[in-house]
């Protein structure tokens, strides 16, 4: 019964990977996009972490999980005879797959390992496999997806060395050096989730020295093979022995300093010390919380967890993403209640609580924007795009044509001065009998994508008179929800929820005006 369960739990997975929702811009900007420039001739859009002074983003971990794909795609692409670039949503879908496979591979494989008791074991397997974390935040290209992904193959690592049954100790020693190395690269959180773990290390390398030489050895060459690629990556010239050892681009080191920073950490918000442990773990976990509380499971992924918690707290910039590592690890430590009234209950409002925030985040939470990117994509007349209450969509999804259209984000901007915004781009309106579709044969196009929910163009868009701005809808997404556009103060509760909800989607209007 629970393999059949589990296999359905599979498919969820992959279902939800397949869906265009888009949790945030970091899973596109803080990966594939930079990859893809680099490979690819799509122009991409860098942000500051990768374009300050001081970057704070390593290429490193980035080329093994995003650029090795997209460089076997290419190759397959040109060996099977296609001509032109490889369709960027083509790359796009190739990296949710992608994300699914390690996801279920690696993240399953390694509570296989963790997990002793064959019971146990397959009580947290499916309490991963059946979490909405796992079906929506582990299927998109975070850096904390791949940060819960080495976490867990650390602490297995962890437990071979310490536990010694094989001979196989330094091989698992020189294994851990390269893979923490990388997890530093990939996220300054990782050392957090290690703390309480890496203690149980501490006889066997007074024990068996050659162990710690192999681990410190390992990962003294992978930071300088990272520290190189960095270095060049953000290097205008190319680089030598010399400029590597005066002028080295260490970005953990850049990362660290940075966050250490109120002000720079205020740009981004500001939260109380107790905003993982009340607000973002609750979240994330939802039922499960109570039985991390009431029946949790001592273990080495707990103590991980709590670990990673306690430390990311201490930073008063904290999301919820931010704990992905802390998932499986808790999932894996809690006992089911043992009662079978209370256990019905509990595994219902578990399924309840899954599908809802599986449904909302993974399908709806922002859905509309790559669907929208590729449509944008095909408009021959396209010049300016203005997103208005969105996320940033995500420029290396526009094929190409991004060397003629302009992208603006003004996601916060207010609607007086949108309007003068799109006054000033509006083209001129074509005659009353072109303008079905044959405006898409216009040279320029100015176009306004904002959602169906934002109800203040409510009175701009009937005009069909001479004065005033014309918005004409030409395309429309309904799987999509603007969560940021919540607006309880002035609405109340009932009527935002209301327009969020009542009025979901996501529109492209063409705008124009008379000449």
């Known amino acids: 019964m629970w393999r059949r369960t589990y296999l359905l739990l599979v498919l969820i997975r992959l279902w939800f990977a397949l869906s265009p929702s888009y949790l945030h811009p970091d899973e596109n900007f803080q990966g594939p996009e930079v990859i893809a420039g680099q490979i690819f001739s799509y122009p991409v859009r860098r942000t500051w972490e990768f374009t300050s002074d001081h970057p704070i983003r390593s290429v490193f971990p980035l080329w093994p999980v995003y650029g090795l794909p997209m460089l076997l795609l290419r190759w397959l692409w040109i060996g099977n005879g296609q001509d032109g670039e490889i369709p960027p949503i083509a790359v796009f879908w190739t990296l949710r797959v992608l994300m699914f496979l390690i996801s279920f591979v690696l993240e399953d494989w390694a509570l296989h390992e963790l997990i002793p008791s064959p019971r146990h074991r397959r009580v947290a397997v499916l309490l991963v496999a059946s979490s909405y974390v796992t079906w929506t935040y582990q299927t998109h290209t975070f850096s904390n997806s791949i940060e819960t992904l080495v976490v867990a193959w650390s602490l297995v690592l962890i437990q071979r060395i310490a536990d010694d049954q094989q001979q196989s100790s330094l091989m698992a020693s020189t294994v851990l050096g390269i893979v923490a190395v990388f997890g530093i690269f990939n996220r300054i959180t990782f050392p957090a989730f290690l703390l309480v773990p890496s203690l149980r290390l501490i006889p066997h390398f007074l024990k068996k020295p050659l162990s710690l030489a192999a681990l410190v050895s390992a990962a003294a060459l992978t930071t300088i093979i990272a520290i190189a690629l960095d270095t060049a990556f953000y290097s205008s010239e190319l680089i030598t022995w010399a400029h590597l050892i005066t002028k080295p681009v260490i970005t953990p080191l850049n990362n660290f300093k940075y966050n250490s920073s109120t002000d720079n950490l205020a740009q981004h918000?500001?939260?109380?010390?107790?905003?993982?442990?009340?607000?973002?773990?609750?979240?994330?976990?939802?039922?499960?919380?109570?039985?991390?509380?009431?029946?949790?499971?001592?273990?080495?992924?707990?103590?991980?967890?709590?670990?990673?918690?306690?430390?990311?707290?201490?930073?008063?910039?904290?999301?919820?993403?931010?704990?992905?590592?802390?998932?499986?690890?808790?999932?894996?430590?809690?006992?089911?209640?043992?009662?079978?009234?209370?256990?019905?209950?509990?595994?219902?409002?578990?399924?309840?609580?899954?599908?809802?925030?599986?449904?909302?985040?993974?399908?709806?939470?922002?859905?509309?924007?790559?669907?929208?990117?590729?449509?944008?994509?095909?408009?021959?007349?396209?010049?300016?795009?203005?997103?208005?209450?969105?996320?940033?969509?995500?420029?290396w999804l526009l094929n190409g044509k991004n060397e003629v259209l302009t992208t603006k984000d003004v996601m916060g901007l207010k609607g007086d001065a949108l309007l003068q915004q799109l006054t000033q781009l509006a083209t001129c309106d074509v005659p009353a009998d072109r303008r079905n579709k044959e405006y898409l044969k216009e040279k320029n196009g100015t176009y306004l994508i904002a959602p169906a929910s934002a109800t203040w163009l409510d009175p701009y868009l009937p005009n069909k008179g001479l004065q005033g701005l014309r918005f004409r809808e030409v395309w429309r997404y309904r799987k999509h929800l603007n969560l940021d556009d919540m607006d309880f103060g002035d609405d109340g509760i009932w009527n935002t929820l209301a327009r969020v909800i009542g009025r979901r989607g996501l529109i492209a209007w063409r705008v124009t005006k008379s000449c």
């Not at 103590?303 to 008063?316: D, R």
């Not at 209370?342 to 939470?365: D, E, P, Q």
Request: no cysteine.
């Open 269 to 395: 918000g500001l939260h109380p010390w107790y905003q993982h442990l009340l607000a973002n773990l609750p979240q994330l976990l939802g039922p499960a919380a109570v039985l991390l509380f009431t029946q949790p499971h001592l273990s080495i992924r707990l103590y991980s967890a709590i670990s990673g918690l306690a430390v990311l707290s201490f930073f008063q910039h904290q999301e919820a993403r931010f704990l992905l590592p802390t998932v499986p690890l808790i999932l894996s430590s809690v006992q089911l209640p043992k009662n079978k009234t209370v256990l019905r209950a509990w595994t219902a409002s578990w399924v309840l609580f899954n599908l809802f925030f599986g449904i909302l985040m993974g399908i709806y939470h922002q859905g509309g924007i790559v669907p929208g990117q590729v449509f944008m994509s095909k408009q021959p007349d396209a010049t300016n795009a203005i997103w208005w209450k969105t996320y940033t969509p995500p420029i």
